[in-house]
């Protein structure tokens, strides 16, 4: 099928014309085990509903909704429904906090809300004495215990009802008509790294001339079947799940985050997005399973992993053809060990795999593409409705680029470093933020992204966050990502923080892989009580360091870590450790930890 890149009003209508029948959603109801699906012309007339319904509940005109769920079939409806009559959808992350709830809902005074589950029921019940805009709560998963007395929600399927036999399709039809690509589809607010979020817009035409330029790199076909792994919420699944609706592709929704591997394993897809601590997860794992194997298996899967990088990265990765020895040997191996690896993972069909949200680490990279994972490594912001560069697929790359810039996209570097934007993806501000808009832009129209990088042989490489730069007290500048980049794929690790800011040498918060410390520490008799034992154990920090001692060896001298403290608690969202991204806020850390990093600082 030829792609379809109408304006989101009609998207959906306009594939259900084409594919009919054919299956185009794959879900799970909330709470249940057992897959299901929904044909094209199905979701067609699911959207339709759910638009008649919005115009019964009284849903003006680029009117604004919020949507507060993980991801679901009914997210879909809602989305494409609203869209079908001009108004406005705000995704909430399913994780969002009350606080963050509530200065959303006020700052663009949100009548509606759709919520998926009990926890974000139970959080949107509780600001509505604080959120004097909010008027109804619609609740997708039917076992939510509504609250005593609560008159202000009803059900998805009591929602639905207002829009049986489509009572108001003449005006639906009417507005799809009258739908402009300047109509704002969504505003999404950014859980950022310091500060207050900002609600970004995003314009119909953005996605429009987004799903132009993508299709031309990202080739996803009606063939594919897509399992969203990241939140719809999340301007990268946003994008990428509209996408593969332009082309016809399945969309397999998977609605509980804890479950994605099981998904994978049960519904075998050929494409996902994906960020990179994902595919971290993949290389220790399977990176684990071979150190405990027996001599003879190790060493097989070693040699093919080093035949799968000569050819993959020595060869195809630089445009060019491998010998034939070379190629029939990899071959086999593709055919033997790499196809168990993909087997295991769910992924035997593999396609490619969109991957992009922070920095790759190079081991990583490198080993997907050896086992056969064709991994398309990007770079994007909400800002610039996801995708600035990437890999294309089939032409050459370089392990440690973010790719090639997509069709549209002018990049220039700053003086400063920093990479600036200008296209037609790219965002007319923050909505409701004057003054940040007018930050936010050079005086000839190109978007700050706050990053610094660089372009070589038309590929963009990035350095680090412009604001996430460290100086040590010696004056020596310290890219932290970088570094946690590097010590995040040993496998004893989950999550690092790099100290180093006005610090006169480099350390870190670690979380270990707590179940593996615990299984070395039982096998080299290791005596524990608790997590904190083993935290502070002599002969586990001894082990650690000798460990990263390994992965830093390429390391200037002034950027390797040098202390660091075992943290007997992950970082998390409810302390304010964590973005809804999952990415660390340094300051919040740095608050949070302040007497454990100063004495890493003692002489």
């Not at 959207?47 to 909704?65: D, W």
């Not at 946690?484 to 100290?499: F, G, N, P, R």
Request: net charge neutral; proline share 3%; charged share 25%.
């Amino acid at each position: 099928m030829q792609q379809v890149n109408s304006h989101l009003s009609r998207l959906v209508h306009d594939v259900a014309a084409q594919m009919g029948s054919r299956e185009a959603l794959i879900y799970k109801n909330f709470g249940s085990s057992q897959w299901m699906s929904y044909s094209w012309k199905e979701f067609s007339q699911k959207v339709r509903q759910v638009s008649n319904a919005l115009l019964n509940l009284g849903v003006q005109v680029q009117e604004n909704i919020g949507v507060f769920s993980q991801n679901s079939i009914q997210y879909l409806f809602t989305d494409f429904g609203a869209w079908g009559i001009r108004a406005v959808t705000i995704p909430f992350y399913a994780t969002s906090s009350e606080q963050q709830i509530q200065f959303m809902i006020n700052d663009a005074q949100i009548r509606f809300i759709f919520v998926g589950e009990q926890s974000q029921y139970d959080k949107a019940h509780r600001v509505i004495a604080t959120c004097k805009s909010l008027q109804r709560i619609i609740v997708y998963d039917p076992a939510v215990s509504i609250a005593d007395g609560d008159k202000t929600t009803m059900l998805f399927d009591d929602f639905l009802k207002l829009g049986e036999g489509l009572p108001r399709q003449s005006e639906v039809d009417n507005l799809t008509k009258e739908a402009s690509m300047d109509d704002i589809a969504n505003i999404l607010y950014t859980s950022g790294t310091t500060g207050d979020s900002k609600g970004v817009l995003l314009t119909c035409g953005q996605y429009h001339a987004a799903m132009e330029a993508n299709h031309k790199c990202v080739p996803v076909t009606e063939d594919d079947r897509v399992l969203n792994f990241l939140p719809f919420t999340h301007i990268f699944e946003k994008g990428w799940k509209i996408l593969c609706i332009t082309v016809g592709a399945r969309l397999i929704v998977n609605t509980n985050p804890m479950e994605v591997q099981q998904s994978m394993r049960e519904t075998h897809p050929t494409c996902m997005s994906a960020v990179p601590r994902f595919w971290e997860k993949v290389y220790m794992g399977v990176k684990e399973k071979i150190e405990t194997s027996g001599t003879v298996k190790r060493k097989l899967f070693e040699h093919a992993l080093n035949i799968g990088h000569k050819h993959n990265i020595d060869y195809v990765a630089k445009g060019k053809r491998p010998p034939m020895a070379l190629h029939l040997e990899y071959e086999a191996l593709n055919k033997t060990v790499f196809s168990l690896v993909r087997r295991e993972l769910g992924l035997e069909n593999a396609h490619f795999f969109p991957t992009a949200g922070s920095t790759v680490s190079q081991h990583v990279e490198e080993f997907v593409h050896s086992i056969g994972i064709n991994m398309v490594v990007g770079y994007g912001l909400t800002e610039s409705l996801a995708t600035v560069s990437c890999d294309h697929l089939g032409e050459p790359y370089t392990i440690g680029s973010v790719g090639q810039p997509i069709q549209g996209i002018s990049i220039r570097i700053s003086d400063e470093g920093e990479v600036l934007l200008k296209g037609p993806t790219i965002t007319k501000g923050y909505y409701n933020r004057d003054d940040l808009t007018r930050q936010s832009f050079t005086s000839d129209g190109y978007f700050r992204t706050g990053d610094s990088g660089y372009l070589k042989d038309g590929e963009l490489f990035l350095k680090e966050r412009i604001k996430d730069l460290f100086k040590t007290s010696n004056g020596k500048y310290i890219a932290p990502q970088m570094i946690e980049s590097k010590l995040i794929v040993d496998k004893y690790i989950d999550q690092i923080a790099i100290i180093a800011d006005q610090r006169k040498f480099v350390s870190a918060l670690i979380i270990p892989e707590y179940r593996l410390l615990e299984d070395y520490a039982r096998n080299n008799k290791i005596a524990f009580n608790d997590r904190r034992d083993l935290c502070q154990n002599k002969e586990i920090h001894e082990m650690l360091m000798e460990r990263i001692d390994t992965l830093q060896q390429q390391l200037a001298k002034y950027e390797q870590v040098k202390r660091f403290t075992l943290l007997p608690q992950p970082f998390s969202l409810e302390r304010g450790e964590l973005t809804n991204t999952l990415k660390i806020k340094r300051r919040v850390l740095n608050e949070n930890y302040r007497k454990e990093i100063d004495l890493m600082y003692e002489e």
